[in-house]
């Protein structure tokens, strides 16, 4: 062999051999988030919320708990919390096949009380709200009784996913209902879409309440997700139809061509702003009018979830959609020194770069981070953003700062920006385990294979 031959053939020995150990290095990490992820979800998660948030007096869940997970607060009791309740044990009792009859007893205990108390015997639809024996709140200074379709969504959602577990025929009647209700009071037949606000007959709000414009992409892109799963377990022609009608909305409609959703929008479809508006008016109404990183980075993944189960074949437009959304959060909206997404930026007038006007952490959208983020390296592993290396970097930041080692559960907001999150309540009507759980199944899953 020519000292030549020798110096190549040991050059790619060595190159072999590093590769190797960079690939068993990987594998080694993987696996120790893998267990990670695992001692988290049920430890951390499911452990502190079940069986204490059940409500074995009046029914349903029990919604208000301080930093310590002692009950404190009204435990009214929203749809919204009930029905991610529903769907996060439904779901749990598939992913871990062991603990079905465990998981699948508490979602039962969940949907009597969406079905005999939260739901409205009269004129049908769900009640938004109700005190913690399940009478409906009168809102406002008005005195009126509010139904929403975001609300009815998760309804749709957490019944369909018990259903799949169970094939309950009542709990199925039920989420069919919801459906037809919502259908015929929310949806548009001129625009598409569903109006978000509607009176207690169904009556829908065509110019918005109180400020709030008509539609929205959060009651949208939730709609997208509960009429995915209701075809899992009724594939009915409408339902598709729909669902498809809310894929092409929330692509091609709500999301701009930057790659970011609008936020808030008139009955066409035009998005509300505040661009033109004063300073105040636009810090006022930030809420409506910014760029949501965590809303972005969650609708990504909740399109591709569609797209497959509307059964599309080469999605190459949602796809190329969904990376858009998540690169441009990447580029605009993350924290590049401890990780995290921002809370909300915002293109100023006459600028073609992001302020961030808000740089808080929410904990939800690290959660949806951290799926995302796995999702696009399978997707796009050679990809420049490296997905990937941002997956273990948003988890070494949730870790970090955003879970409660001590009482458990995660802060509401992550600790590097807001120190006093630590003795913030861990559970109330807008905080329950959803977002979390869910992103933990659909890690562990993808690092299963």
């Known amino acids: 062999m020519t000292t030549k031959l020798i110096t190549t053939f040991l050059l790619l020995s060595t190159l072999l051999t590093s590769c190797s150990?960079?690939?068993?290095?990987?594998?080694?990490?993987?696996?120790?988030?893998?267990?990670?992820?695992?001692?988290?979800?049920?430890?951390?998660?499911?452990?502190?919320?079940?069986?204490?948030?059940?409500?074995?007096?009046?029914?349903?869940?029990?919604?208000?708990?301080?930093?310590?997970?002692?009950?404190?607060?009204?435990?009214?009791?929203?749809i919204v919390t009930q029905a991610r309740h529903v769907w996060t044990c439904s779901t749990v009792a598939e992913f871990y096949p062991e603990k079905k009859a465990y998981y699948l007893k508490i979602a039962g205990h969940g949907v009597r009380f969406l079905k005999d108390k939260m739901w409205d015997k009269k004129l049908g639809?769900?009640?938004?709200?109700?005190?913690?024996?399940?009478?409906?709140?009168?809102?406002?200074?008005?005195?009126?009784?509010?139904?929403?379709?975001?609300?009815?969504?998760?309804?749709?959602?957490?019944?369909?996913?018990?259903?799949?577990?169970?094939?309950?025929?009542?709990?199925?009647?039920?989420?069919?209902?919801?459906?037809?209700?919502?259908?015929?009071?929310?949806?548009?037949?001129?625009?598409?879409?569903?109006f978000q606000f509607l009176e207690a007959d169904g009556t829908p709000l065509k110019n918005g309440f109180k400020g709030a414009p008509a539609k929205e992409q959060n009651s949208s892109i939730h709609l997208l997700e509960a009429l995915g799963e209701l075809y899992k377990v009724w594939?009915?022609?409408?339902?598709?139809?729909?669902l498809l009608m809310m894929l092409g909305l929330i692509r091609d409609k709500i999301t701009t061509s930057k790659g970011y959703l609008q936020l808030s929008l008139n009955q066409d479809w035009s998005p509300l702003s505040f661009r033109d508006s004063t300073e105040a008016v636009r810090k006022k109404r930030w809420v409506l009018d910014n760029i949501s990183y965590g809303h972005d980075v969650e609708t990504a993944y909740l399109m591709l979830e569609a797209s497959e189960i509307a059964g599309l074949k080469n999605d190459t437009l949602t796809l190329r959609k969904a990376?858009?959304?998540?690169?441009?959060?990447?580029?605009?909206?993350?924290?590049?020194?401890?990780?995290?997404?921002y809370e909300a930026g915002y293109y100023f007038k006459g600028q073609d770069t992001v302020t961030i006007i808000k740089d808080t952490k929410n904990w939800w959208a690290q959660a949806e981070g951290l799926n995302t983020f796995l999702m696009m390296s399978e997707l796009f592993p050679n990809d420049k953003h490296h997905y990937k290396s941002l997956f273990r970097k948003e988890w070494e930041y949730i870790d970090t700062y955003l879970i409660d080692h001590e009482h458990g559960d995660w802060y509401p907001n992550g600790i590097d920006k807001e120190p006093g999150e630590k003795w913030a309540m861990k559970a109330q009507i807008w905080k329950c385990n959803?977002?979390?759980?869910?992103?933990?199944?659909?890690?562990?899953?993808r690092l299963r294979h």
């Open 21 to 78: 150990v960079q690939e068993k290095k990987t594998e080694v990490s993987d696996e120790m988030i893998r267990a990670e992820l695992s001692e988290t979800l049920n430890k951390g998660i499911l452990d502190i919320w079940y069986p204490r948030t059940i409500d074995s007096i009046y029914g349903g869940f029990l919604s208000d708990f301080d930093y310590k997970w002692e009950m404190k607060g009204q435990q009214n009791k929203m």
């Open 125 to 194: 639809g769900f009640y938004k709200l109700v005190d913690r024996e399940g009478n409906p709140i009168v809102m406002g200074k008005d005195q009126r009784i509010m139904k929403d379709a975001y609300g009815n969504a998760f309804a749709i959602y957490g019944l369909s996913a018990y259903v799949r577990q169970t094939n309950d025929t009542s709990a199925l009647n039920l989420a069919k209902k919801t459906f037809y209700w919502l259908d015929k009071h929310s949806y548009d037949p001129q625009y598409g879409g569903y």
């Open 235 to 242: 594939p009915d022609p409408l339902v598709k139809e729909r």
């Open 323 to 341: 990376k858009k959304m998540v690169d441009h959060a990447i580029d605009t909206g993350w924290d590049k020194s401890v990780g995290g997404f």
């Open 434 to 445: 959803y977002h979390t759980s869910r992103s933990m199944m659909n890690c562990l899953k």
